[in-house]
């Protein structure tokens, strides 16, 4: 089993879109466990999961309950729903051993072959607990400075996890989307490679490329790739999923 977060400490860069899609293409050929790790629930919602049952994550990071008990079974994965009372987590999550708890629960995951994370876009004892649990970071990021600077954040949180031997977890590849073909866009690539060697992961060669379909497919309650599999966005996302293969596989 391997555990792959997706994140950014900027919102609206795509994270969610980019989680649903990882689990929805990979969950064909394997056994894929989402977790939603935002209290906004976006990608418990854009899944079409149940969202009034319980449990949810919140439960299941408390040890009230086990984590086969509270996953839902859709059809193409499987997903632990968020909650609400995540916003409350930096009082519920206080300990200082907490940002080990995410790690325990998914002990009971490995006949999962992939287990793929949601994240917030903000520092939390949950982001913590998903550096803490994972193999794999993608970080995710748009044609802006503001999405940049979250990479760099990202940085820095790895490096002090990993100075405190606390984790192991390394960039799979930074993922740019909403892409289009101009200068502007080829730059913010190559500022992305000027990154990956710092945070030691190199740009996945596949783009996402900008499209109106991934704002539809979200009211659809469908996957981009279910809801209209030959849009360009769509090819995209099918061709990362096999380059995260192939870049695990080495």
């Given at each position: 089993?391997?555990?792959?977060?997706?994140?950014?400490?900027?919102?609206g860069v795509g994270k969610t879109t980019t989680t649903l899609e990882i689990c929805s293409i990979l969950g064909k050929k394997y056994k894929v466990l989402?977790?939603?790790?935002?209290?906004?629930?976006?990608?418990?919602?854009?899944?079409?999961?149940?969202?009034?049952?319980?449990?949810?994550?919140?439960?299941?990071?408390?040890?009230?309950?086990?984590?086969?008990?509270?996953?839902?079974?859709?059809?193409?994965?499987?997903?632990?729903?968020?909650?609400?009372?995540?916003?409350?987590?930096?009082?519920?999550?206080?300990?200082?051993?907490?940002?080990?708890?995410?790690?325990?629960?998914?002990?009971?995951?490995?006949?999962?072959?992939?287990?793929?994370?949601?994240?917030?876009?903000?520092?939390?004892?949950?982001?913590?607990?998903?550096?803490?649990?994972?193999?794999?970071?993608?970080?995710?990021?748009?044609?802006?400075?503001?999405?940049?600077?979250?990479?760099?954040?990202?940085?820095?949180?790895?490096?002090?996890?990993?100075?405190?031997?606390?984790?192991?977890?390394?960039?799979?590849?930074?993922?740019?989307?909403?892409?289009?073909?101009?200068?502007?866009?080829?730059?913010?690539?190559?500022?992305?490679?000027?990154?990956?060697?710092?945070?030691?992961?190199?740009?996945?060669?596949?783009?996402?490329?900008?499209?109106?379909?991934?704002?539809?497919?979200?009211?659809?309650?469908?996957?981009?790739?279910?809801?209209?599999?030959?849009?360009?966005?769509?090819?995209?996302?099918?061709?990362?999923?096999?380059?995260?293969?192939?870049?695990?596989?080495?």
């Amino acid at each position: 089993m391997k555990t792959i977060m997706i994140s950014n400490q900027k919102g609206g860069v795509g994270k969610t879109t980019t989680t649903l899609e990882i689990c929805s293409i990979l969950g064909k050929k394997y056994k894929v466990l989402g977790i939603d790790m935002d209290a906004q629930r976006n990608f418990s919602m854009y899944a079409d999961a149940e969202l009034n049952q319980v449990p949810t994550v919140n439960e299941v990071l408390n040890a009230e309950i086990l984590l086969k008990d509270a996953v839902q079974h859709l059809p193409k994965f499987d997903i632990l729903i968020s909650s609400k009372k995540l916003v409350d987590a930096p009082k519920v999550f206080g300990e200082p051993d907490d940002i080990f708890l995410l790690k325990d629960v998914l002990e009971d995951a490995q006949d999962y072959d992939f287990v793929i994370l949601d994240n917030a876009p903000a520092r939390s004892p949950l982001l913590y607990m998903s550096y803490i649990a994972s193999d794999y970071i993608i970080p995710v990021a748009e044609c802006d400075d503001g999405a940049i600077e979250g990479l760099n954040e990202i940085q820095l949180d790895i490096a002090r996890f990993k100075k405190r031997h606390q984790t192991d977890v390394k960039v799979l590849g930074i993922l740019l989307t909403k892409y289009e073909k101009t200068s502007m866009h080829q730059m913010a690539y190559e500022t992305l490679e000027e990154i990956g060697e710092k945070l030691g992961g190199a740009p996945f060669k596949t783009k996402i490329r900008k499209s109106i379909v991934v704002s539809e497919s979200k009211t659809a309650r469908q996957s981009i790739s279910e809801y209209q599999p030959q849009n360009t966005a769509a090819k995209d996302y099918t061709k990362l999923c096999k380059e995260i293969i192939e870049r695990i596989q080495g």
